[in-house]
């Protein structure tokens, strides 16, 4: 039940249909399913193909691939749109798009027309393998390794990979290993098929939140790759790896939009009808300006990821502005989650509202794609590299 209105800026009348898709999807599918699912830790994997046949999983790539043609901005508010309903949702279609990048971006011509039409169209449904136990906020100091076979045969992948979403359910991996010891400048990126000899997924982790998403590591023992699997050329996996978390900062930003935005929903409805002292809890200044500081800071992260998207699409840089989004987005979320299960009082922390799911869910988009602080490190770098330029 939307309370708060939301003007999208939508281009088209095609982007119109598509958020207008999508929020009927969201409200008849993804609302009344989430709780239940979450609860007993189900991935919904019809769902995620039946975005594909709607093509929700393709949107920001080419048409001619089978891909949507939108812009990111337009992308990005189609993945608020499913995080309002269930985030496992919009968090799986986000990393879908993430793992497709590497092929989809700085793929052969030969590797497009091979992988993308699957992958595009949710037939194929796809994991990201960057960080390892040891190497998460640091992945230049990545141990998995790629030893290159003698000749033009390909390579054998030795190492294990942590927090991987979709880890033991994906069919294939966009993977980061080493080819050599020359730090940032030794990785590659390879598109491994799941099924391959020695590539396993170790057990699901257990989370706080998004239950229904399967998280665990992927250990690779002794995986042959073929040459014809590596990504755009050795050693270019880093600068691949750091193109796609741009891309994935902005989308888990507009989740985090998208999950705030649902509390807040939540948390007016209940205010309105909730009574206390002879009136409806709204009526006191301090649940109403808890309600009003939550919808502004909404309003506030949804502009700035679109701003970003916006750089994006116009083809100027946007990595220090997906930063800024990711980081304003997620912090927004986990205040507005908490300050939701205030407004419910006893109620917010029971299990009889989704608001202490939403709480527990905010924190791990503080997390991933970069945490928090990795974010803050982004911006100030920047920062500082404007002030020399000067």
Known sequence: MRLTPIDRELPTDEAQDLIDLTRQFTDRELLPRASAAEAAGEFPRALMATLGEMGLLSLPYPEEYGGGGQPTAVYLQVLEELARGWLTVAMGVSVHVLACHGVAEFGSAAQREKYLPDMLSGRTLGAYCLSEPHAGSDP??????????????????????????????????????????????????????????????????????????????VRFDGVRVSAEQLIGREGQGFAIAMSALNTGRLGIAA????????????????????????????????????????????????????????????????????????????????????????????????????????????????????TNQIQRLVVARALRGAEARK
């Open 255 to 370: 989740c985090a939009v998208g999950l705030a935005q649902t509390a807040l929903d939540e948390a007016v409805a209940y205010a309105r009808q909730r009574h206390a002292f002879g009136r409806p809890i709204d009526a006191f200044q301090g649940v109403s300006f808890l309600l009003a500081d939550a919808a502004a800071r909404i309003t506030a992260a949804r502009q700035l990821y679109l701003y970003a998207a916006r750089r994006k699409d116009a083809g100027l840089p946007f990595a220090t502005e997906a930063a800024m989004a990711k980081l304003t987005a997620t912090d927004t979320a986990m205040a507005v989650t908490t300050d939701v299960v205030q407004v419910f009082g006893g109620a917010g922390y029971v299990e009889d509202h989704p608001v202490e799911r939403y709480m527990r869910e905010a924190k791990v988009l503080q997390i991933v794609e970069g």
């Open 140 to 217: 230049a100091a990545m141990r998995t390794r790629a030893e290159r076979l003698p000749g033009a045969r390909g390579y054998v992948v030795t190492g294990e990979k942590a927090w991987i979403t979709h880890g033991p359910i994906a069919d294939f991996y966009l993977l980061l290993a080493r080819t050599s010891d020359e730090g940032a400048h030794g990785i590659s990126a390879f598109h491994v098929p799941a099924g391959e000899a020695g590539l396993s997924a170790l057990p699901v982790e257990h989370k706080m939140g998004v239950r229904g998403s399967p998280t665990s590591g």
